[in-house]
């Protein structure tokens, strides 16, 4: 069997955006979980307060999205009628989880300070993603 990157967009559709969207939930949640205990242990004495500031808030908002990744994806998974905007909903948290967190961790141990500008997209990516939440949830009976 080979493998081409024309096979990736049907491999989202069997495999399932929802399932996708649980996978990755679960796995940025444990991903910042050892990011969190990394910078408590590794880089507590490296890194000055604001730095490790700057890491921690990363950290706590890939978990908060990483849950809304698992909440996207167990909404869907028993309410299909809704999956459009729950795709918006995972794709956006995933976005964000990307931009904003990503940047974040780089700049707090890299120190270039043009990496900020980058986490409000991703801030607003999260923004998108919170609205497509909001929309599934209305739309449900």
């Not at 590794?42 to 978990?63: C, H, Q, V």
């Not at 995972?90 to 989880?97: A, C, D, N, S």
């Not at 700049?107 to 991703?122: E, F, H, M, N, Q």
């Amino acid at each position: 069997m080979t493998c081409s990157l024309k096979m990736i967009p049907n491999l989202f559709y069997e495999f399932g955006m929802m399932r996708l969207f649980l996978i990755a939930g679960a796995l940025l949640a444990g991903l910042s979980v050892a990011l969190g205990a990394f910078a408590t242990h590794a880089l507590g004495g490296k890194l000055d307060p604001r730095s490790l500031a700057i890491f921690e808030t990363a950290a706590r908002y890939e978990m908060y999205h990483a849950l809304a990744l698992i909440a996207v994806g167990l909404l869907g998974k028993q309410h299909v009628e809704v999956e459009a905007a729950l795709t918006v909903a995972g794709i956006g948290f995933g976005i964000g989880i990307a931009l904003f967190c990503g940047s974040l961790y780089v700049l707090s141990v890299t120190g270039v300070k043009w990496l900020g500008a980058i986490a409000p997209l991703g801030g607003t990516a999260f923004l998108i993603g919170w609205v497509g939440l909001a929309i599934a949830c209305w739309q449900l009976d």
